[in-house]
C-alpha cells in the first residue's frame, strides 16, 4: 500500500479510532495489506461519510481525500457485500443492550417517506398525490428505539400497504423472527396489508390520528419513526434522491445509520461500565 505523502487535515466526519477499531473487521473484504491496495479503508469511509453528510456529489470529493473513482468503486463493493447491513445489525444489538433490552426486538414501527427526485434519479420516479410530489418513497422499518431494522425504496406512487410483506419479510430476516408487532400509519391499512404481515408472523396495529387535529399532534408510538426520519435529516445527501439505482439510495441510508450508531455506541459503553 502506498503511504500517504501529506497528511490530511482532519474533517468532523472523520471516524475515531475507537470506532476504527469496531468498523474495521466489516470493511475488510480482502487482505489488508494486498499488493494492489493504493488507498488505505480509513481514508475511503472518511471519504464516504464524508460524501454522506456533505451532500456533494461524488465528483466533488475533495482532492485531500483518495481520488473520487476510488471512493465510489469501493463503497459500491461495499455496498454489495452487504457490510453495512451487518454492522447496522451488530450495532443495533449492542446498543439494545446496552439499553438494557432484549438484543432482538418484538415490535417494530413502519412508515414511509417521499424524496424529491433529480436528474439521476428522475427515470424511476413516481408521483405522490397525497405529498404533491415526484420522487422516491423510502418504506423505513426501525425498532422501539429508533434503529433501522430494514428498508425498501420504490417510485414515490408506490402505495405503502403494497410494500408489507417485503419489509416484514426483511425485518424478520434481520431479527431472527423475533418480531410480533408492527405500528403502522393508515396507509399500511387493508385485509391484504394484514395478511401480507400475519404471513410473517406480525401483527399490524394502526396508529390513528386523533378526529379532531389541531397542529402538531405527537403519535404514540410512530413518533419513534418520525425522529429516525429526523435524524437522517442531519446528511444532506439524503435531502433528496441524487442516486441513479435505488440500491445505492438504500446503502447510503445504512451508511447514515451506521454513522449514528457508531457515535452513541461509545457513551453507551461508558454508562454500561460505570453501572457495573
Avoid at 37 to 45: I, P, T, W
Avoid at 86 to 107: F, G, I, M, Y
Avoid at 242 to 257: K, N, Q
Wanted: aromatic share 8%.
Amino acid at each position: 500500500m502506498k503511504e500517504q505523502i501529506l497528511a490530511r487535515r482532519a474533517y468532523p466526519s472523520d471516524v475515531s479510532d475507537e470506532e476504527w477499531s469496531l468498523v474495521a473487521p466489516y470493511l475488510t473484504l480482502m487482505d489488508p495489506e494486498a499488493p494492489q491496495r493504493v488507498h488505505s479503508l480509513r481514508d475511503l469511509f472518511d471519504s464516504l461519510r464524508w460524501m454522506v453528510r456533505a451532500g456533494a456529489p461524488w465528483r466533488d470529493i475533495p482532492n485531500d481525500f483518495p481520488p473520487w473513482h476510488a471512493v465510489y468503486q469501493q463503497s459500491r463493493r461495499w455496498m454489495a457485500a452487504g457490510v453495512f447491513e451487518k454492522l447496522v445489525h451488530d450495532l443495533r444489538v449492542l446498543l439494545r443492550v446496552c439499553a438494557e433490552r432484549s438484543p432482538d426486538p418484538t415490535a417494530a414501527v413502519f412508515d414511509g417517506r417521499v424524496m424529491q427526485s433529480t436528474p439521476e434519479s428522475g427515470a424511476r420516479a413516481g408521483y405522490d398525490g397525497y405529498k404533491r410530489k415526484k420522487g422516491s418513497k423510502v418504506h423505513l422499518a426501525v425498532d422501539t428505539l429508533g434503529h433501522l431494522l430494514a428498508l425498501k425504496v420504490t417510485a414515490a406512487n408506490e402505495q405503502e400497504r403494497a410494500q408489507v410483506s417485503a419489509l416484514a419479510a426483511a425485518v424478520q430476516a434481520a431479527t431472527g423472527r423475533s418480531v410480533e408487532l408492527a405500528y403502522v400509519d393508515q396507509g399500511d391499512t387493508g385485509e391484504q396489508a394484514e395478511d401480507d404481515a400475519e404471513e410473517q408472523g406480525i401483527h399490524l396495529e394502526v396508529v390513528k390520528l386523533p378526529d379532531a387535529k389541531r397542529g402538531f399532534v405527537l403519535l404514540p408510538r410512530r413518533w419513534v419513526v418520525e425522529r429516525s426520519f429526523a435524524w437522517l435529516a442531519r446528511f444532506r445527501r439524503l435531502a433528496r434522491d441524487y442516486e441513479r439505482l435505488p440500491e445505492t439510495l438504500a446503502g447510503l441510508h445504512f451508511i447514515a445509520f451506521a454513522f449514528l450508531m457508531l457515535k452513541r455506541l461509545l457513551p453507551a459503553l461508558v454508562e454500561v461500565h460505570n453501572r457495573l
